[in-house]
């Protein structure tokens, strides 16, 4: 099967109207896809005016805003025109990137019709939970997760450590790689620039401790406030820089006052203000691979991270950056500080975290989608031979 007979329907809950690492990826995706010759058209939520265009044809599914984080939407099903039009374009795979409502009613569509269904994930929803407060329902959570996944023909995750903790949760038998590139003529460290530093009142002897991500609480902002506390009681010359925008800004720039605050940023604005940093803190446990820890390292920033999920899979501990018990304040400020006392170390983490970014390369990657798709479609129709 060529790439030229793919005809995929993607149903996402966020495909561009927020901007975030899994969406990127996902129009990253759809753009290789197109450029193989692949038929594609999604199927999301759509706004007035989302953060970037889409890349190919998208389709808009009915919505909510979510209470309390009406930047979100919540997809509603797939309405009569929607099935209709899926009727007219006649994929022979759907491929699902978030599990609500619509991803539910997509994979019953592609059942009923003896289609494959593939699902990726992005990140640890149940995780979210505690950060809400809402940790008892947690195991209903992953009860209507575990349905929905046992459901498709396969999943697809952008790392090992991702896929060991599904398959203990046993989410489905048939897990494939998917891993992240990073665009690195964007990311380098050649994107430094010391003069920008000091536009912003940043001292050449202050270790400038990144945050690159959405701000929301679920990032672990609490962790990361905490850690820059503990730096300044230690007495360590350091400057917080925040890149990002989101809810939880005020609360951030309230509990960070002296941080100096990006709002969003892309492009080269984006990788300047990365590449000027000195280390990049990312604290959460939420993420399914961690875009924004590639990106650092494509800039030949060391990372201090949280052993979890998203950071495990690239972080080498000790040669890239350090990984952290989650929530261990001391911890992180002790990995912080071992680079602010000794630079070439900094530099050295940073050098190896550049050469592995130099080997995720977005289109190898993106293959290996396409031979996912293939291996679902061979084994269904394999099975209706079978059947005949």
């Known amino acids: ?99 609500d409502i619509s991803a539910h009613r997509a994979v019953s569509w592609a059942r009923r019709r003896d289609i494959p ?35 498709c023909d396969a999943l697809l995750v952008p790392a090992q450590s991702t896929a060991a903790v599904l398959r203990a949760q046993r989410m489905n038998r048939n897990i494939a790689m998917w891993a992240r590139g990073v665009d690195r003529e964007q990311f380098h460290p050649g994107r430094r620039d010391v003069g920008w530093r000091r536009s912003l009142g940043i001292a050449d002897d202050e270790l400038v401790v990144v945050f690159l991500g959405r701000v929301v609480m679920e990032k672990a902002l609490d962790v990361f406030a ?28 309230e509990r960070l006052p002296q941080a100096h605050f990006t709002g969003q940023l892309t492009g080269e604005l984006l990788a300047r203000a990365l590449a000027s940093g000195d280390v990049l803190l990312n604290p959460s446990v939420t993420e399914a691979f961690g875009n924004v820890t590639l ?68 289109d190898r990657i993106n293959a290996t989608v396409v031979d996912t798709y293939r291996r679902a479609i061979e084994r269904r129709e394999r099975l209706r031979r079978m059947k005949a």
């Not at 759509?46 to 889409?54: I, L, M, R, S």
């Not at 850690?227 to 720039?253: C, N």
């Open 226 to 253: 905490d850690t820059i506390d503990e730096l300044s009681r230690r007495g360590l010359p350091h400057k917080a820089l925040v890149i990002g925008e989101g809810p939880a800004r005020p609360w951030f720039q």
């Open 1 to 99: 099967m060529d790439a030229s007979d793919l005809r995929i329907a993607l149903v996402s809950g966020n495909y561009n109207y927020v901007r975030d690492g899994a969406n990127q990826a996902l129009n990253r995706l759809v753009g290789y896809l197109l450029r193989q010759g692949a038929h594609v058209r999604a199927y999301s939520p759509t706004v007035e005016k989302p953060a970037f265009p889409p890349t190919g044809d998208l389709v808009s599914l009915p919505s909510f805003a979510l209470p309390g984080r009406d930047e979100y939407r919540l997809p509603l099903g797939l309405p009569l025109r929607v099935r209709r039009d899926l009727a007219g374009f006649a994929p022979n795979i759907v491929h699902i990137a978030s599990p």
């Open 117 to 151: 269904a593939i699902a990726s994930v992005h990140t640890r929803f149940e995780t979210y939970l505690s950060y809400y407060h809402l940790e008892p329902l947690e195991p209903t959570v992953r009860a209507i997760l575990r349905r929905l996944y046992r459901r």
């Open 295 to 362: 990106e650092a390292m494509a800039c030949a920033l060391p990372v201090v991270a949280a052993e979890a999920t998203g950071a495990t899979n690239l972080v080498r501990d000790g040669e890239t950056g350090m990984l952290v018990e989650p929530g261990d304040i001391a911890a992180f400020a002790d990995a912080i500080a071992a680079y602010a006392a000794d630079p070439a170390l900094r530099a050295g983490h940073g050098r190896a975290g550049r050469a592995y970014a130099e080997t995720q390369d977005w």
